[in-house]
């Protein structure tokens, strides 16, 4: 199977994830899917540094010179985090009915937009490297999923709709996947640069999400999450292992 049917795989599975929510509407046990969507976090930070230590940046810097690699990444770091500020500064935290609510949904089309130029900046590379950064964007995907379908209901949104709009806000992955896949096909080389500012947002969004969340867990919850984190790392050190790129 070429990259271009890797790629509309891995774009289709993402589409999927905004529908991760469902789960939900047949949980009654609040207590336990909590903590399972705990520990989905924890796994995901990890896999996110390992995507970005194992897999991106040393995949790029077979073809980038090291100051301009580094330089990318601290691009990558720096936009994510001025990205999540705008989105914080514009929570409504006094209304009943969250704005916020559309305002997530909005950022979440745009972000997965940019996973699917990302995605598609892998395949372009190598299959192998498509794989392992699409198991990384799956990983984070689905704790970020059932967070945003939480913010969704817990604005006032019926459960239907909020499940209706996260496959649609998800589905944008297409847009960002299908063009950059025709464009750096045509342009191969410039994909690169594209790794190293991924791995900075990857590195951003574990460092500074997803690790503060976890040190929130208490006890043995902690250490679990711990320890989650951990296989996630040593998952991505498996892939690259199994699948090389």
Known sequence: MDAFLWLLAALSVNTLLGAVGVITLYFHDEKRLKFISYLLMAFSAGSLLGGAFIHLL????????????????????????????????????????????????????????????????????????????????????IPQELGIFGVEVHGGMEKLKALVYSVAAQATCFIGGLAGYFYLASVGQYAQYLLPFAAGGFIYIASSDLIPELHKGEGMKRIYGVITMFIGLVFMIFVKAIFGG
């Open 58 to 141: 040393p995949e790029a810097a077979e073809n980038i010179e090291s100051n301009a690699l580094y330089g990318i990444a601290l691009a990558g770091f720096i936009l994510f985090a001025l990205i999540e500020s705008y989105l914080h500064h514009h929570r409504c935290k006094e209304c009943n009915v969250h704005p916020f609510t559309y305002l997530v949904l909005i950022g979440d089309g745009i972000h997965n937009i940019i996973d699917g130029v990302i995605l598609a900046a892998a395949f372009v590379v190598s299959i192998p490297l498509g794989i392992a950064t699409s198991i990384v964007i799956i990983a984070h995907e």
